[in-house]
């Protein structure tokens, strides 16, 4: 067995530490690390192997329970459980997006009170492209739609 010196783990630790760093810099790196993760969620659903043990994951039920020391006549003042029949999925849907698009409603209303977005001209393109956004699809899954059941969907 051939052991490593100490110094030569450190400075590849080191190393690995100054290119995570780097490249976080770097102005897509966050977009990348979102798509691959994407990626691998999509695949993780969608492979027979894995669809089972995802959908499991997502269905994991979790709870906080906030109890408070006891007293000396041995009742406690607070005993609660929050919430109830909280999944992953339903924490993911009902408190993260909450969050994400909080998140993102405050960083459209700074840009458009004092950063790229502040005059009509320059905003002009991203609003055109958010209502495609929105109407491209509603027209695609009307025309597909047109005269079936699923039309007023």
């Known amino acids: 067995m051939r052991l490593i ?10 190393t690995m530490h100054i290119r995570r760093k780097h490249f976080m810099e770097k102005p897509w790196a966050q977009g990348l690390i979102l798509l691959v993760s994407v990626i691998v969620a999509m695949t993780l659903a969608n492979w027979d192997v894995t669809a089972q043990w995802y959908e499991d994951i997502l269905h994991t039920e979790f709870t906080l329970n906030l109890v408070s020391p006891a007293a000396a006549d041995g009742s406690r003042l607070l005993n609660i459980s929050f919430p109830h029949e909280m999944t992953i999925d339903r924490f993911i849907n009902d408190i993260l997006m909450v969050v994400f ?12 009170k004092c950063g790229e977005l502040s005059t009509p001209r320059r905003a002009m393109l991203p609003v055109l492209a958010a209502m495609g956004g929105m109407l491209m699809p509603a027209a695609i899954y009307g025309l597909i739609n047109f005269g079936t059941p699923a039309a007023t969907g």
Request: without cysteine; positive net charge.
């Open 5 to 14: 010196p100490i110094f030569a783990w450190n400075k590849s630790l080191y």
């Open 101 to 112: 698009f909080f998140t993102v409603g405050l960083e459209i209303k700074r840009e458009v």
